[in-house]
C-alpha cells in the first residue's frame, strides 16, 4: 500500500543549463515534491544522431533525484523522433486523409504502422530500459506521453497495408468484410483485400463500416505500440510499474478501455476547458473515468496545470485557490498522485506560455505559493493513500459507440454523444452522487443503476449484459438514440431501439429531429430530439402534448428499466435522474448545497474521508451521511475523516 501521495511535474531538465538543477531540486523539496516525470522528449538529447547514444546528463538528472529523495516515472522518450529520424525515414513520417505528409519539427511526428519507427522506438527504450532499471529513483516507467494526441490516424500506403492486415484478421474472408460494411451501397464492393484503403478523401461521404474499422485499427496500432514498449521493459525489470498517459475524457480516438487494461496503474492528463461554464465538472468527469478504467483502484493524474495552458483561444489563468480545488478534486475521485505539467515554466519553445509549477516569475507568486501549500497539504493526506470511492452508479461509455456516430450522416447533427454522457455525470454531480463509467461489456454486478445516456452502437453482448443488470433487480435509464446499430454500424431493424426493445418494452417506428423545444404534458421540455415511440409493454410516465411517450418505465425480471424519447432539458434531466436514483437506492456522499462537491474515499478497514469542496463563492454547510454538520468556507476544501 503506498505511504504518500505522489506530488510533482514533468521536469525537464534538458530544456534548462546544468546550473538550473541543484535550484530546481532544493525549491522541488521546499514543495514538496516527491515524484517528477523525467526524459519524455528527451530522444534528441540522448541519441543524438541515429545510434549514437549519451545518457550522461540523464545519468546526472536521475542521481540528483536520487540523492534527494524524489522519485522518478521515467519515460521513454518516443512521443517526439529527433529531426534525424524523419530526414532519413521520411516515408515513416504520419500522412493526412488528404494525403498530406506531415513534416517533422514538431512532436509526435512518425506513422503508427512505421516498422522504421517501432525499431528505432525500442531502440531507445531498450537503451532507456537497460540503463537504469536498478536506478534508486525509479519509480515507474512513463512510457511514450500521450498517444495518439497528434497523429492518432495516418492515412500513408504502410498504414493502409497494417489496416488491410488488421481487417484480414478479423473477417478472415471478403465476403465477411463485404457483408460488415454493406458495400453493396453505392457500388463499393471489394473484389480483392489490396483494393480496400484507409477512408481517404473522398468526392462524397465514406462507408461508415470502413470508417469505424479504421478508427478501431488506429486505436490498435497504438495500443500495439505501448505494449511492445511495455513488454520489452517488463522484460528488463519485471517489477517496475508501467503506464503511459491517457487522456482520458477528453480526447477520444484512443480506445482509454484497451490501453488501460495493459496498465498496471492507469494515468491519466487532464485539462480544464475554459470556454465551458463549469470546468471543475468535466473534470470530475475525467476523474471518475481514470477511476473506472484502473478498476476503482487508485489511479495517477500525471498532467494537470497549475493555471493557464497555451491551446485554447483564450487561456485563463486559474483563481486564487482554483489549483488546490482541481487537485483535491482529483485525489476525492481516487487519485494517489497530482502531478502537473510542467515542473519549471519553458523559456522557449512552443508551450512557453503554458503555466507550471514554477513559473517564469519565480517564487513570489501565486502559483508557488499554492504549489508549495498543496504539497504541504497532500503531506497531511498521505493516510488517504490507497483507500478506494465506492459508486451505486455507472454510466456507459464506448469508444467504438461515439466513433461510429462520429459518420457525418446522421439524423441530426446535435445527438454529441461525448456531450450527452457528461450532461448526464454534471446532472449526478450537482445531486451529489458519484458515479464510474463503464464499458457496456464491463461487469455490471455491484451497480444499482446503470445510464445510458447516448450509445448508439451496442454489440449482442453489450445488450445482453444491460438486460441481465436489469434482470438481476438493477434499475437502467436509457436515452433516444442508444441501442440502434450492431458493432458494424449495422442497423437493428424491427423498430428502434433494436437492442433493447424487449427490455424497455417499447419501440420506436421514426426519429423526429428537432430544430427547437417540444413541450411534455407534464410541463417539462425537451429539444434535438423526439422519437415516435409505443409504448409494448411499458408504462407511460410522461408524453409529449400529442400524446407519444416521452418517458417510460419497463419491468424486467427483478428490476426496470426506463426510456427516454427526447433529450430532456437540464431541469428535467435532473428530476428523472432524482427519480430512478432514488428509485435504485443510490444515495449521495452528503448534503450539500449547490456547487458544492462532495465525494468519500475509504479503506477497506472502514476508514474514510469526506471531501468537501466548495466552488462556490458562498460559505457552505455540508452534511455527511450519519454525521453533524461542518462549514466548507466560500472556495475552501475540507477533508473530514472517519
Ligand atoms: C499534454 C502533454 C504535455 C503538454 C501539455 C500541455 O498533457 O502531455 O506534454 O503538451 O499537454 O497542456
Known amino acids: 500500500m503506498p505511504d504518500a501521495i505522489a506530488y510533482g511535474g514533468d521536469w525537464n531538465p534538458e530544456q534548462w543549463p546544468e546550473e538550473t538543477w541543484g535550484q530546481d531540486v532544493a525549491l522541488m523539496r521546499e514543495a514538496g515534491v516527491n515524484r517528477v516525470s523525467v526524459g519524455i522528449f528527451s530522444w534528441s538529447l540522448l541519441e543524438p544522431a541515429e545510434g549514437v547514444f549519451d545518457f550522461a546528463a540523464l545519468d546526472r538528472a536521475m542521481d540528483l533525484l536520487a540523492a534527494n529523495g524524489i522519485k522518478a516515472n521515467l519515460a521513454t522518450p518516443t512521443a517526439s523522433p529527433p529531426p534525424w529520424f524523419g530526414d532519413a525515414y521520411p516515408h515513416a513520417l504520419p ?15 512518425f506513422c503508427p504502422s512505421s516498422p522504421i519507427y517501432r525499431e528505432k522506438a525500442l531502440r531507445i527504450a531498450e537503451q532507456v530500459g537497460l540503463r537504469y532499471r536498478d536506478h534508486p529513483a525509479l519509480a515507474m516507467w512513463h512510457i511514450h506521453n500521450e498517444y495518439g494526441c497528434h497523429n492518432a490516424r495516418c492515412y500513408c500506403d504502410t498504414s493502409a497495408a497494417a489496416f488491410r492486415a488488421w481487417l484480414r484478421s478479423h473477417y478472415a474472408t471478403l465476403d465477411a468484410l463485404n457483408e460488415a460494411w454493406g458495400t453493396a451501397f453505392w457500388s463499393q464492393r471489394y473484389g480483392e483485400w489490396a483494393q480496400i484503403l484507409p477512408p481517404r478523401a473522398t468526392p462524397s461521404l465514406p462507408n461508415p463500416g470502413q470508417q469505424l474499422d479504421f478508427r478501431r485499427f488506429s486505436s490498435d496500432a497504438l495500443v500495439e505500440l505501448y505494449i511492445a514498449e511495455r513488454d520489452l521493459l517488463k522484460q ?35 485539462y480544464l476547458i475554459g470556454a465551458r461554464p463549469e470546468p471543475h465538472i468535466d473534470l470530475a468527469f475525467a476523474a471518475d473515468y481514470a477511476r473506472s478504467l484502473n478498476g476503482g483502484r487508485p489511479w495517477l493524474l500525471m498532467e494537470h496545470s497549475t493555471s493557464a495552458v497555451n491551446w485554447q483561444p483564450r487561456n485563463r489563468a486559474k483563481a486564487p485557490g482554483e489549483l488546490r480545488r482541481n487537485s483535491m478534486s482529483h485525489l476525492a475521485r481516487g487519485a494517489d498522485g497530482i502531478m502537473f505539467f510542467q515542473w519549471r515554466a519553458s523559456r522557449a519553445g512552443a508551450e512557453k506560455w503554458h503555466s507550471a509549477m514554477l513559473p517564469h516569475a519565480g517564487t513570489n507568486t501565486k502559483i508557488w505559493r499554492e504549489v508549495t501549500a498543496l504539497g504541504a497539504e497532500l503531506a497531511g493526506l498521505a493516510g488517504v493513500a490507497g483507500s478506494t470511492v465506492h459508486a451505486d452508479v455507472a454510466i456507459l461509455v464506448d469508444h467504438s459507440s461515439v466513433w461510429a456516430q462520429d459518420h457525418p450522416a446522421q439524423p441530426s447533427s446535435e445527438m454529441d454523444p461525448v456531450e450527452e454522457a457528461k450532461r448526464w455525470h454534471a446532472a449526478l454531480w450537482r445531486a451529489g452522487i458519484t458515479c ?19 450509445l448508439y452502437l451496442v454489440s449482442d453482448s453489450g445488450a445482453a449484459n444491460l438486460a441481465a443488470f436489469v434482470r438481476r433487480g438493477g434499475v437502467a435509464l436509457v436515452g433516444p438514440y442508444s441501442g440502434i446499430v450492431d458493432e458494424h454500424d449495422r442497423v437493428r431493424l424491427g423498430g428502434y431501439p433494436g437492442a433493447w426493445r424487449d427490455l424497455l418494452g417499447v419501440t420506436v417506428e421514426e426519429f423526429f429531429p428537432l430544430d427547437g423545444p417540444i413541450e411534455l404534458a407534464s410541463g417539462w421540455s425537451g429539444s434535438v430530439w423526439s422519437e415516435v415511440a409505443h409504448a409494448t409493454g411499458a408504462k407511460v410516465l410522461d408524453t409529449y402534448v400529442t400524446g407519444e411517450p416521452a418517458w417510460t418505465r419497463n419491468e424486467w425480471g427483478d428490476g426496470f428499466a426506463h426510456y427516454l ?33 462532495v465525494v468519500r474515499r475509504s479503506h477497506a478497514d472502514g476508514r474514510s474521508y469526506l471531501f468537501a469542496i466548495n ?17 466548507v468556507a466560500a472556495g475552501d476544501v475540507r477533508v473530514i475523516p472517519a
Open 95 to 109: 500522412v493526412d486523409a488528404d494525403g498530406r505528409r506531415l513534416a517533422h519539427g514538431s512532436r509526435q511526428g
Open 236 to 270: 528488463l525489470a519485471p517489477d517496475v510499474p508501467a503506464t503511459t498517459n491517457l487522456m482520458a475524457g477528453a480526447h477520444w480516438d484512443m480506445d482509454c478501455w484497451a490501453f488501460a487494461a495493459e496498465m498496471d496503474v492507469v494515468s491519466t492528463d487532464h
Open 436 to 454: 464510474d463509467l463503464a464499458h457496456p461489456e464491463g461487469d455490471l454486478t455491484g451497480y444499482r443503476l446503470v445510464l445510458v445516456p447516448a
Open 565 to 597: 424519447t427526447t433529450r430532456l432539458d437540464d431541469g428535467a434531466l435532473a428530476e428523472v435522474l432524482a427519480a430512478v436514483t432514488a428509485e435504485a437506492g443510490a444515495s449521495p456522499a452528503a448534503e450539500a448545497p449547490a456547487g458544492v462537491e
Open 615 to 631: 466552488h462556490t463563492g458562498e460559505d457552505a454547510v455540508v452534511t455527511p451521511r450519519g454525521g453533524g454538520p461542518v462549514t
